[in-house]
């Protein structure tokens, strides 16, 4: 029922950083959570972190907790992925999501995904 797009992948060095975006469409987004996950071959898919559309609060992983940021911009209907100090086992697909729930962490807290964007961090 939402629509959602990321952007934002590819390539960086260790060290390095890189801004995914997320644009939501669809519906109206006031009550809504906003997730990032990510996922590699043979590997389940894993929060990164979310972000509560209306009051913009947001919680992460502590795998990337410190290092990563997420912001919205609400003209825009879009959810930022800020990823700095980047480390080879960021590698995966990346995909934004929406759902219901407050604080949601599992795949089965949203409901609507997007097509992933590939980051590859190299060393």
């Known amino acids: 029922q939402v629509q959602l797009v990321e952007s934002g992948g590819g390539l960086v060095q260790t060290g390095g950083s890189l801004r995914l975006s997320c644009a939501a469409s669809?519906?109206?987004?006031?009550?809504?959570?906003m997730g990032w996950f990510r996922q590699t071959p043979g590997k389940e898919r894993e929060f990164v972190g979310g972000?509560?559309?209306?009051?913009?609060?947001?919680y992460y992983a502590d795998s990337v907790k410190g290092r990563f940021t997420i912001s919205r911009d609400n003209a825009k209907n879009t959810v930022y992925l800020q990823m700095n100090s980047l480390k080879s086992e960021d590698t995966a697909v990346y995909y934004c999501?929406?759902?219901?729930?407050?604080?949601?962490?599992?795949?089965?807290?949203?409901?609507?995904w997007g097509q992933g964007t590939q980051v590859t961090v190299s060393s």
């Open positions: 999501a929406v759902g219901f729930k407050w604080t949601g962490r599992k795949r089965e807290d949203y409901e609507d």
């Open positions: 669809g519906r109206t987004f006031s009550s809504v959570n």
């Open positions: 972000i509560n559309w209306g009051v913009g609060s947001t």
